[in-house]
């Protein structure tokens, strides 16, 4: 993926999905557990809702799906994430990018000294 993907993408995002999506970002490169995101966002657990942002995420390739077996009662499975190196190095390179532009925004009129420009001739 690279920084022109991630623009278009990042564009389209919500708060919220944004939110998800960086603290996929702080996980690294482990795999973390719904339950490891939830807290991550600050929830006790991940609601529909959320479930279906990490599906999405990674429909866009922005997260890797797999799962791990587990002992927790009513499955046999637990669903893990993470994102991949190329993928935050990407999402490094745009927001770097997009602070960059905002950067340049404000200073569109370079800083000048009229009172030592005034007496210079």
């Known amino acids: 993926m690279d920084v022109y993907e991630v623009d278009a993408h990042m564009r389209e995002l919500t708060p919220h999905q944004t939110k998800i999506l960086e603290a996929l970002y702080h996980v690294g490169a482990d795999w973390a557990s719904r339950a490891q995101i939830a807290r991550a966002i600050g929830k006790r657990r991940l609601t529909p809702y959320d479930i279906n942002i990490l599906s999405m995420l990674a429909r866009r390739g922005f997260v890797e799906v797999s799962t791990r077996p587990t002992t927790a009662p009513g499955s046999e499975f637990a669903?893990?994430?993470r994102m991949p190196d190329d993928v935050a190095t990407a999402l490094q390179h745009w927001a770097d990018l997009r602070a960059q532009?905002?950067?340049?925004?404000?200073?569109?009129?370079?800083?000048?000294?009229?009172?030592?420009?005034r007496y210079d001739y």
């Open 79 to 81: 669903y893990v994430y």
């Open 101 to 117: 532009t905002r950067a340049e925004r404000r200073m569109l009129r370079r800083p000048i000294n009229l009172q030592e420009a």
